[in-house]
């Protein structure tokens, strides 16, 4: 069974920063990419950041290229998401997921995300 756990969201002032943690499980983490997705109340969910299983390589919304960077532990089975100078447009909940053709979310299966909130 797939699982994704989040972790590390919360309440920060803007400019601040935040690193979120996703903990996967049931299927084989270093073969596949991972994503971070964000939903914002009222809007559809979106791709945030993309990271490849192998090469490590990375995509970016252009929202949030030069500020959120995205990086794995294979022994882990974790990816990250560094979160600097943050906006209020960046209020979401957060989701990982493995990540299939064109950095779309592999799975059906979502964790409960986890919470961030700019705001001062």
């Known amino acids: 069974q797939v699982q994704f756990v989040e972790s590390g969201g919360g309440l920060v002032q803007p400019g601040g920063s935040l690193r979120l943690s996703c903990a996967a499980s049931g299927f084989t983490f270093s073969s596949y990419s991972m994503v971070w997705y964000r939903k914002a109340p009222g809007k559809e969910r979106e791709l945030v950041a993309g990271i490849t299983a192998v090469s490590r390589s990375t995509k970016y919304a252009d929202s949030v290229k030069g500020r959120f960077t995205i990086s794995r532990i294979n022994t882990k089975n974790t990816v990250y998401l560094q979160m600097n100078s943050l906006k209020s447009e960046d209020t979401a909940v957060y989701y990982c997921?493995?990540?299939?053709?064109?950095?779309?979310?592999?799975?059906?299966?979502w964790g409960k995300g986890t919470q961030v909130t700019v705001s001062s």
């Open positions: 997921n493995a990540g299939a053709i064109g950095y779309r979310a592999r799975y059906d299966d």
